[in-house]
């Protein structure tokens, strides 16, 4: 198989890794003079390209490939004029290459803030984060496209506690819409080898502890301190199911829980 990675971040490195463990060809796009040599001594096909600036792509890339992972990142700390450029230039690309099936990574961060629980279909496209859905919209344009709305996301180095460590916490009454990064690079295999019935799936572990307890939990596992205090803060009460996807996949989850990264 051959394999293209638009944006090879922390995900697609950690997914292309292995796909080439597997034997498959996989090709990759990078910003970084050190990332490209970091992937090329990977033994992946790297190419640069900022679809920020107007660049011309590598001479030598195929123009066909089996599957598309686009992972070129959609955040609020972008402006709307900066994000409809970025991904016009993404779409230009993409209307130059064939594929069979192509998953774009998008966020939960397209939710609102609610308390109840949200599935893919609980929300208006008016109620949902403009930016994203902007993003979303212009890549679900293309046949044979899967959205995965990915949620908070950990593994490795990522860890929840290191982040709070003797600072205040007010947000750990809310439930943790966590991922582990292991369950991602899992869904994205199968989702390419494996059909899909819809377009749209969230990613997030079947349960929802406190944030709260996820820290404590994550503190005492890798010794990190904990935060200075817990105080009452924006608490609503938001879960974001995946059972779409672990339907459509009969996908069991290595992380059920956010306690268990």
Known sequence: MRYLILGCGWVGEFVAKLWLEEGHEVWASTTTEEKYHRLVADGIFVFKQN??????PAIDLPTDFDYILVSIPATNKSTQDELTSRFIRVCDFLSGVKYQKMIFLSSIGIYPDVSR????DTF???????????AEKAISRFPRTHIYRLGGLFGQNRIFAKYF??????????????????DV????????????QHTLYNVVCPQHPSKKDVILASAHKYGFEQPSAFIAGASFQKIVKSTRLQNDLNYTFQYESPLDF
């Open 185 to 196: 690079a899992a869904l994205i295999r199968a989702g390419f080898i494996k059909p899909l």
């Open 124 to 134: 208006e496209d008016e109620e949902l984060q403009a930016k994203l859905l902007s």
């Open 165 to 182: 460590q003797s600072k205040v916490c007010s947000t750990g009454d809310q439930p943790a819409n966590f991922i582990h990064l292991e």
């Open 117 to 120: 629980e949200i599935d893919e």
């Open 51 to 56: 679809f920020d600036e107007q660049a011309t």
